[in-house]
């Protein structure tokens, strides 16, 4: 099973989520989700790792 398949899909909530895991808010897990490439810079200048990845279609997740 890949990694995407089991990280939490948080959708368009990804820059908020990961920023609550990353100061200890919300519990730690793997999350996956949307961002643009602003939000995506502005994750890594705060020191929270970020990887880019395709958007895979909804199928390969089921």
């Known amino acids: 099973m890949s990694m995407a398949r089991k990280a939490e899909n948080v959708g368009e909530r990804f820059p908020e989520e990961a920023r609550r895991i990353h100061y200890d808010e919300a519990p730690a897990r793997s999350i996956r989700g949307v961002a643009s490439a602003d939000e995506a810079r502005d994750l890594l200048?705060?020191?929270?790792?970020?990887?880019?990845?395709?958007?895979?279609?909804?199928e390969e997740f089921h």
């Open 45 to 58: 200048e705060e020191g929270i790792l970020v990887l880019p990845a395709p958007l895979a279609s909804t």
